[in-house]
């Protein structure tokens, strides 16, 4: 490859009398480098351009590193066999890299096997997700805040997709009309498995009543390839108006609205499931008080409140930094108290409730689970001691 060539197209210095360059043939030729250049980088800067009636040919392609490539056609067309916009989605332990983008077909619109879709004659709504690099932790990887944010946006999605959506933030038409919102309660989480960097992970949800005027969303997170679940999730909503901010009962158009997506199933066992009460901390009883804890205005979501997955980052601000080093958060439960705004300050309490030293004849709480570590959080305001959010997590050591 001509390195001087190459310098000079990146800096998008490089420029020809027309385009497609003449004389571009395979293995001739400074300009046919040009080529090899753009299918690496992904991109033909605006400089490379024939004449001014006729715009640049732009490409928009992830090219291999298996060598020089020949580029074939663009601008919808196919590259080297791989469609513009539509690289092969990869991940290390993918067995068989290829086979979201072929169960897609070569002909489904760009990411296809990423856009959500109903299964179960509709009542369960379906979504795909690559874990970003952004979404993991110093482990490499995904934090309960990266799980927490991908069981909103499929619980999102779902309400959109259902033609439900009014102009709210996940409120149906009904809603919107009579200026409702939902509001999470309680939630709890269980992490079988933490996916890392590259995974494709899949997520099912649903929605069920929960006694007159709530509504339970369920969520299931299954490692795409393999089918495995790894993390279960259920939580309980209701609405408060948007105006008054406070809590309302459903109206009956509302109800009609949601009604025929019902689902009666679990996520997680009753028996399993986290439903005893969080004891209230205070200055006596918390081990660890944080405080000077600020929201930011990209904290604050569409409804005017900080986003409820926003808490998760504070109640872990009180825990030992050599427990987030050497255990992993299995379990979360969070008990929302009230909402929070932009100019509150917060404090972080943290308290252990059970430890490695503890006698392994005290019985689990729940079957089936027995953390080797135990907290109880409080998040509050930090001018009037008002609770926000009580919370329990459970801890079990990281495998080497």
């Known amino acids: 490859m001509n390195d001087s060539l190459s310098m000079r197209f990146m800096a998008g210095t490089c420029n020809f ?16 480098d040009v080529v090899a250049i753009m299918a690496k980088i992904g991109f033909c800067p605006w400089r490379c351009r024939g004449n001014a009636s006729r715009p640049p040919p732009r490409l928009l392609v992830t090219a291999g590193t298996d060598g020089d490539q020949m580029v074939g056609m663009i601008n919808g067309k196919k590259v080297n066999g791989v469609y513009i916009n539509e690289a092969p989605l990869y991940t290390a332990a993918t067995s068989n890299p290829d086979k979201l983008v072929k169960e897609c077909g070569a002909d489904s619109p760009p990411h296809a096997c990423l ?3 109903f299964v179960d004659n509709r009542f369960v709504y379906r979504q795909t997700f690559i874990i970003r690099s952004y979404e ?3 482990d490499k990887t995904a934090t309960m ?3 927490m944010n991908l069981l909103q946006e499929t619980a999102l999605n779902h309400v959109t997709s259902s033609g439900l959506a009014g102009n709210g933030f996940g409120a149906t038409r009904e809603m919107s009309l009579r200026k409702l919102i939902w509001v999470v309660t309680r939630i709890h989480v269980q992490v079988q498995r933490y996916s890392s960097w590259g995974d494709v992970v899949e997520i099912d949800t649903w929605v069920d009543a929960a006694g007159k005027n709530g509504m339970r969303r369920d969520w299931i997170i299954r490692d795409y390839n393999t089918q495995e679940i790894i993390t279960r999730a259920t939580s309980t909503w209701v609405i408060m108006n948007r105006d ?9 158009q509302v ?4 009604i025929p997506f019902y689902l009666n199933k679990l996520s997680i066992p009753t028996e399993e499931n986290d439903t005893d009460k969080i004891d209230k901390l205070t200055d006596a009883t918390a081990e660890r008080i944080r405080s000077g804890l600020a929201p930011r205005w990209n904290d604050m979501d569409a409804n005017q409140h900080v986003n409820n997955v ?11 930094i050599n427990v987030l080093e050497a255990y992993s958060l299995t379990s979360m439960t969070l008990e929302y108290r009230r909402e929070c705004r932009q100019s509150n300050l917060l404090e972080s309490l943290t308290s252990t409730t059970r430890s490695p030293g503890d006698s392994e004849a005290d019985p689990p709480r729940k079957p089936g689970r027995c953390p080797e570590l135990e907290y109880t959080h ?23």
């Open 17 to 32: 009398p027309a385009w497609p360059p003449p004389r571009a043939v395979a293995g001739r030729g400074e300009k046919n």
């Open 115 to 117: 856009v959500g879709r």
């Open 136 to 138: 993991i932790g110093p």
């Open 145 to 147: 805040e990266t799980l």
């Open 244 to 252: 008054t901010r406070r809590l309302t009962k459903i109206p009956d």
């Open 255 to 258: 109800r009609e609205e949601v």
């Open 310 to 320: 926003k808490y998760i980052g504070w109640i872990l601000e009180s825990v030992p």
């Open 378 to 400: 409080l998040l509050r305001m930090q001018a009037d001691k008002a609770e926000i959010v009580r919370a329990r997590t459970e801890w079990h050591s990281k495998t080497k």
